[in-house]
């Protein structure tokens, strides 16, 4: 059964860190390009980072840039999000997916296209 699942969330002072992993099961995780996004009640999904199948390109969001690190380890079927300097509004649902395209197209991604898993929550206090 192809799945993702997240963890690592949880909550944490602004300035803080935490680091985030997606290890799948069921699919050939070596050709799946990668991405973070998340989402807060009431708003539209967010794209936050990606890294693509190779691990020779990563990508994020403005608002992660400085800030986030993407990496991945086939070995072990993981993706990490390692987040830096955390901010209250980093507060949301963390959801990652998996699909093979390159990794410049995860940003748009649809909730019907590729593996998504059921999301970390990370909750940022000021």
């Known amino acids: 059964q192809v799945a993702l699942v997240e963890s690592g969330g949880g909550l944490v002072q602004a300035g803080g860190s935490l680091r985030l992993s997606c290890t799948a099961s069921?699919?050939?995780?070596?050709?799946?390009?990668v991405g973070w996004f998340r989402q807060t009640p009431g708003t539209e999904r967010e794209f936050v980072a990606a890294i693509s199948w190779s691990a020779g390109n990563t990508y994020f969001a403005d608002s992660a840039k400085g800030r986030f690190t993407i990496w991945r380890d086939n070995a072990v079927n993981t993706v990490y999000l390692q987040m830096n300097n955390l901010k209250p509004e980093d507060t949301a649902m963390y959801y990652c997916a998996a699909d093979q395209r390159p990794g410049n197209s995860i940003v748009l991604m649809t909730r019907q296209q590729g593996v998504w898993g059921r999301g970390t929550q990370v909750t940022v206090s000021s």
């Open positions: 069921g699919l050939t995780f070596a050709t799946y390009s």
